[in-house]
């Protein structure tokens, strides 16, 4: 089990399939180089989710949302990500509905309820139902 | 048994630009994480001043590091090129680290 964040590593063959992915046919990568590309990644995803959390606790919020995570980007200089993650996120979210919509249909009782909170608030409705499911795990960790 | 007004109805498995699992030709902008989400919520949940993070953030995030790794990768092997090899090795990191602006974060961490 890792203790330090610097040790929580992402899976090397996802890793090493992005890379090869962006470099022209032929090219190799040394073991080196990947797994430092490796710790970057990591590096990345503390560094960014830091970033992120300032904007959460300046919008009073406790948790960090999707586009805390866009502006950390920016803050971060790496504006030109923001486009294609915006447009990811969109896949995501219809995705999410799908399958939100499937659980709804096996539970007729809530339906109701859902209606009125659904026409409001339906993308932050998706983010609540995920903080509640969050707010399960998260119970045991103190943070 | 009405339909819920206003909702989206459920994508047809294939017909939406990107299922789970599916791999687009190419890093299309628009395609589902590879990394895993657990692996990065891992990483969020190390920060002792994060309480919650959405599914969507870690997504995001996720997706993000992704970008970034190409990103890291095309600009290491620029060195690469310059020493006319065709295996990207450490120092070709190290040098992109340096040059570039946007990689200061990283300065120190790799070692």
């Known amino acids: 089990m890792a203790e330090r964040p610097e040790d929580l590593n992402l899976p090397n063959a996802v890793i090493t399939r992005i890379i090869k992915e962006a470099l022209p046919d032929g090219v190799n990568i040394s073991k080196e180089a990947r797994s430092a590309i490796s710790r970057a990644a990591s590096v990345f995803v503390l560094y960014a989710t830091s970033c992120a959390n300032n904007f959460a606790m300046k919008g009073k919020r406790k948790t960090l949302n999707a586009s805390d995570v866009l502006s950390a980007m920016e803050e971060m200089e790496f504006q030109r990500f923001v486009g294609p993650l915006k447009e990811s996120l969109e896949v995501y979210r219809r995705e999410q509905k799908g399958k939100k919509e499937a659980r709804k249909d096996k539970d007729k009782k809530a339906d109701s309820e859902e209606q009125d909170k659904s026409r409001e608030e339906e993308n932050d409705d998706d983010d609540e139902r995920m903080e509640e499911e969050e707010q399960n795990d998260e119970e045991e960790v103190d943070n | 048994m009405a339909a819920v007004a206003g909702a989206v109805p459920v994508p047809v498995a294939g017909a939406e630009a990107a299922g789970p699992g599916e791999e687009a030709a190419g890093a299309g902008p628009a395609r589902l994480a ?15 001043d994060v309480s919650l993070a959405s599914q969507e953030a870690v997504f995001v995030l996720a ?3 992704e970008l970034f790794v190409e990103t890291i990768a095309k600009d290491a092997y620029v060195y690469a090129q310059q020493g006319k090899r065709k295996t990207l090795q450490r120092k070709d990191l190290d040098n992109a680290i340096e040059a570039i602006d946007e990689f200061a974060f990283l300065e120190g961490t790799l070692d």
Do not use: F, Q
């Open chain 2, 34 to 48: 590879r990394l895993p989400l657990a692996r990065v919520k891992a990483l969020v949940k190390a920060d002792p």
């Open chain 2, 63 to 65: 997706r993000a590091t």
